[in-house]
């Protein structure tokens, strides 16, 4: 019996102890901290508010329980809803991140005020601030012995809340559909936010009004082009409260044909893979896909061939290039993507008369991509930089930088020269003979 009750002890060794329970006065001085730590966070957001109405320095000279009935004038914050199929996503905890992230951290310069508040400190506590001194519900006796703080608080709240209102909420949202681009690829998935108050009847709203995301996947269709089988992605991309999907009638592109839109499908091989290499840019912040949907919602069309077309494609207000279109009976597909400076565009036609550039030449040198124009040093070489600008190409010199992924490139203006050697002499002897003349389109 020794034995076997000494043989216990090395495994109750191993056993933790239990933790000790905290006594109610632990528990009470942890709740206190708590509670100070929460008020203290209170005041600050109250005080930002104060300073950004310009009434900060009035306020800290009231009495404390006029300060502090002020630190309970707050309506709930926003929530942010994921729909049925956005929370399913493994997108979901990214983008609930990245919302609240916001709702903590984005601001708003008050257009009247010239001063900064957080947005949700301006819609939770100044847009009450106001509806209450709107309303004169303010009815105590401390609070009544501040007439003169009281009505400096009337006239800040109606000279700086109403005129920013529609703009905190423009912005708010704005930064949050921002967000949302990163995740959104005409070939993966689509997301989009609504808004959602509370109903009239509803006394006690428990949120301000809701964000909600909304989800889905791309339109994509599998068929036979030319005898080869393609993946093809129909043209979408966030606007107000849904998707637009881009269709065109002949009209719009100043095509012969019926009245009725036909929707606008893109290549995912050749075109979106093309555009994307050849654009070269940073892919993690969907400006690039976000930009396809804005160039071919209005299409600016050059180079009509049969039922071929070229539809220009913007980055932001910077043309990179053109989508080269064939109309079926069906759809408009975009077959392939053209750098500015390829073979098939005008800028390249114009290219090749002034330098006899040919698509070997093009590729050797890397003039067939944006991040050669941006990160080399082509652009500090006035003679070569005069050539471009003559064949329309000089608007890619400025495109930002920061929008490039690729590393800076160095000695491509000198490369580019002896490659070129008396062709880029002979054009730029001919842009000194003739500087006043304008270059025909």
Known sequence: MTAAWNCRWPIQDKIPSMPKRRTKQQRDEAERKRKARRDAKR???????????????????????LRKHFSRLRY?????????ITEKLPEAPAIANDFSTILEEECITLHTAGRTVRIIDFLCIGISLWHQLGLKNLGTTAIEEANQFLNCMYTATNDHIPGNLDRALEMLVGRMEYSLLKYSRIDGKLFWTSLDFPS???????YMFRIIVHGCRAQEQRRQIEGVPKRLYRCGASFEEGIDWVSWTPAELGLAGPKDALPVFIDGGHALRNLRERVTVAQNDGVVDRCIWLSLQSPKVERREGDRFLVAYHLLDQKLGYFVFKAFEDMYLAKTFLFLTMDGTPEGQKLWEKL???????????????????????????????????????????????????????????DVRKYLGNRLDRAVQEIRQRPARVFEE
């Open 200 to 206: 009239e009847e509803d006394g006690d709203p428990k």
């Open 356 to 414: 006899r550039l040919t698509k070997k030449d093009k590729q050797y040198t890397g003039l067939d991509r944006l991040s050669t124009f941006v990160l080399s040093d082509i652009k500090e070489d006035s003679e070569l930089a005069a050539v471009f600008e003559q064949c329309g190409c000089a608007h890619l010199f400025n495109v930002a930088e920061e929008l490039l992924t690729d590393r800076q490139l160095r000695g491509s203006a000198e």
């Open 43 to 65: 005041a600050a957001e109250l005080a930002s508010v104060m300073a950004a109405l310009g009434v900060l320095n009035e306020f800290r000279k009231q009495p404390l329980p």
């Open 76 to 84: 709930p914050r926003p929530e942010v809803v994921l729909d049925e």
